[in-house]
């Protein structure tokens, strides 16, 4: 598949049958001799298919992104081009796409997305890579494909510290806001009805609409992924006013989701984590978003899953 390779092995066989000595990574006149040869049509993938044919013959990815998923996936004030964990690891994929594309030059397009409609885009072609907070669980397995995880969240509350609010069950006969098309809000909902709360649950469009609710006394708590909640704490500045509170509810693996049955698509984005994870991209850019102050400035301190550091090192990760 890959002709760069057969390149490259061509290159070092001609060269131990003159006699010349091993190569470096670079040449007399600095070149790089570890890149992939010009993009030509001759020197491409002979047989593409599914996205990568795609993104072939258009020279565009598209990348769909999050308003509001802070630190995965948003947009800062004032700038028009999201930024966050997944979006970076998202690149990361796009870098391989180039690798395999044998270096044709590929532009990328970002396209907002939201919880209800991120999945019919990724379906319809809209998107190529969906980059946000989304769980990758058995249900949505049936209708796309996910990476390897990328984050281990949970269901937890995020009330206002003045609310007595320390659990679901002190929801009983209160208002709780959920994101539209989350898995928040259909567990909540089970929850709910199982253990016949009466909580009165209301849909908000997106993470920004549910906080705003929140925050403007309209609910009693917010429900969704814990890393999400601490975000909305650190970029609103609301560690006085606001607290996660409660066990967790569930848990949610996150993925970059991607087109099913489309299996040179799948084994490039595999091939694209297990890079990033022998090279210490993974963790370097978690530590970015998550250990380190973020590029806006906030800082969640939020230390590496036990679950997260295995699925780094399964993929070819150091410890």
């Known amino acids: 598949m890959r002709t760069r390779i057969a390149f490259a092995v061509a290159l070092a066989l001609a060269g131990m049958a003159l006699g010349a000595p091993r190569a470096a990574a670079e040449d007399t006149n600095g070149a790089d001799l570890t890149a992939p040869p010009p993009a030509t049509e001759e020197n491409r993938p002979a047989i593409l298919a599914g996205t990568l044919k795609k993104v072939s013959e258009t020279g565009v990815i598209t990348i769909g992104y999050r308003d509001a998923s802070f630190p995965f996936s948003y947009v800062r004030p004032g700038s028009s081009k999201p930024m966050g964990y997944s979006i970076d690891l998202c690149l990361g994929v796009v870098d391989e796409i180039v690798r395999e594309l044998n270096g044709a030059p ?6 907002p997305v939201t919880s209800d409609t991120r999945m019919d885009a990724v379906i319809s072609g809209e998107v190529d890579l969906e980059c946000g907070s989304t769980t990758g669980n058995v249900e949505r397995q049936k209708k796309v494909a996910f990476s390897p995880i990328i984050y281990v969240a949970g269901t937890k509350l995020l009330v206002k510290r003045s609310s007595g609010v320390a659990s679901y069950r002190d929801l009983a006969g209160k208002t709780l806001v959920v994101t539209s098309g989350t898995t ?7 929850l709910n009805e199982k253990y016949k709360l009466g909580i009165t649950i209301v ?3 997106d993470h920004d609409d549910s906080y705003a609710m929140l925050a403007e006394d309209k609910a009693d708590a917010f429900a ?3 890393v999400l909640l601490y975000g909305f704490i650190a970029a609103k500045k609301a560690q006085a006013t606001m607290a996660v509170v409660g066990d967790f509810i569930t848990y949610e693996p996150y993925g970059i989701m991607f087109r099913k049955d489309d299996p040179l698509m799948a084994a490039t984005v595999t091939r694209a984590f297990q890079t990033m994870a022998q090279s210490r ?5 978690y530590r970015k978003w998550f250990l380190e102050p973020t590029p806006t400035g906030e800082l969640l301190d939020l230390p590496m899953s036990v679950q997260l550091t295995e699925t780094f090192r399964a993929l070819g990760a150091d410890d």
Request: hydrophobic content about 40%.
């Open 184 to 190: 928040n809000e259909a567990a909540m909902k089970r």
């Open 203 to 205: 849909s908000a469009p």
């Open 224 to 226: 969704t992924d814990d």
């Open 106 to 111: 590929i532009r990328v397009a970002y396209a």
């Open 281 to 285: 991209s993974l963790a370097d850019t």
